[in-house]
């Protein structure tokens, strides 16, 4: 019996340009996600990172970046970069949550600043999560940096205004009110220290009328002056 040649089509089903893999499809809606998220972040002040344990490699996102006072992709994120960020005055705090985060199941949250090198000081909330394997043991940080310093500049402001009515309202001497008046606005504030200066009685100059220190303890550069 004579035999019959049957031609079979070389693709089956739908085309694809990676067989058995990602189709252009998917990877454009994935593309189309990163834009997505990106804008988002960007629009939120929100950024993004993770840190791989095993080899310590850092990832930042594009606002990430941002937040840190780069271009996205300006420099390799590492930990001693973003731990140098860090305000001196907070590293040790989180440096010290950081490692009880690796210890618990929970999302560790603290707010805390950064310190850029141009000296912007910029108010942030962190969160992170902490991926463990089948052994329990840490093996992926994640996290997300949220800026909040225009939120806090303003509310600073109102605490600012609040306490200077109450203290016009409780003082029976101006001069002796003061040093109250720059504690309370120091303290609202944010500050480490403030000082009154008034026109001199005579000329053009300025004086300094009154100082206050949140630390007491250390001299203030106008008291050195």
């Known amino acids: 019996a004579r035999g019959r040649q049957i031609c079979l089509p070389k693709r089956m089903g739908k085309s694809s340009d990676n067989a058995g893999g990602v189709s252009r499809e998917e990877e454009r809606r994935s593309r189309r996600m990163e834009r997505v998220l990106a804008h988002a972040e960007e629009r939120t002040g929100i950024g993004t990172w993770m840190v791989e344990l095993r080899t310590m490699k850092v990832t930042w996102s594009d606002q990430l970046f941002r937040l840190h006072g780069f271009r996205p992709g300006e420099v390799e994120p590492t930990m001693e970069l973003g731990l140098s960020h860090i305000h001196p005055d907070d590293r040790e705090e989180i440096l010290a949550r950081t490692e009880t985060w690796l210890e618990s199941p929970?999302?560790?949250?603290?707010?805390?600043?950064?310190?850029?090198?141009?000296?912007?000081?910029r108010h942030v909330i962190g969160e992170s999560i902490v991926e463990r394997d089948e052994n329990d043991k840490p093996v992926r940080l994640f996290g997300t940096v949220r800026d909040i310093t225009d939120s806090v500049l303003i509310e600073r402001e109102l605490d600012s205004h609040h306490e200077l009515s109450r203290a016009l309202a409780e003082w029976d001497d101006l001069e002796e009110g003061m040093v109250d008046l720059l504690r309370r606005l120091g303290t609202a504030m944010g500050w480490d220290a403030a000082n009154l200066w008034a026109r001199a009685d005579r000329g053009d100059s300025l004086v300094s009328r009154d100082h206050w220190s949140a630390r007491p303890d250390e001299l203030s550069e106008f008291e050195q002056a």
């Open 106 to 121: 929970d999302t560790g949250r603290s707010e805390y600043r950064l310190k850029l090198d141009d000296g912007t000081v």
